[in-house]
């Protein structure tokens, strides 16, 4: 069952990300899956909960970030 969010939190992204956001949903709804944007940024953001929440510094966050500020 999905659930709905009501907290509003803004991301700006690229022109790259964007155009590759909007052809995952498109993706998606010519294999007959509604989905949205919104959707697609929740299951990423709760992934990355998830994740952190049960590997800490091994999180996919965690690398990533670490490989940023090297």
Same mark, same amino acid.
């Given at each position: 069952? %999905?659930?709905? @969010?009501?907290?509003? *939190?803004?991301?700006?992204?690229?022109?790259?990300?964007?155009?590759?956001?909007? $052809?995952?949903?498109?993706?998606? %709804?010519?294999? @007959?899956?509604?989905? *949205?944007?919104?959707?697609?940024?929740?299951?990423?953001?709760?992934?990355?909960? $998830?994740?952190?929440?049960?590997?800490?510094?091994?999180?996919?966050?965690?690398?990533?970030?670490?490989?940023?500020?090297?």
């Amino acid at each position: 069952m %999905k659930s709905y @969010g009501k907290v509003v *939190s803004y991301v700006r992204l690229s022109q790259q990300e964007k155009r590759e956001l909007a $052809e995952m949903v498109h993706e998606y %709804k010519r294999q @007959g899956i509604h989905t *949205s944007e919104n959707e697609i940024n929740r299951i990423a953001v709760n992934f990355m909960i $998830e994740d952190y929440q049960a590997n800490g510094k091994g999180s996919l966050l965690a690398r990533v970030l670490e490989a940023l500020s090297a």
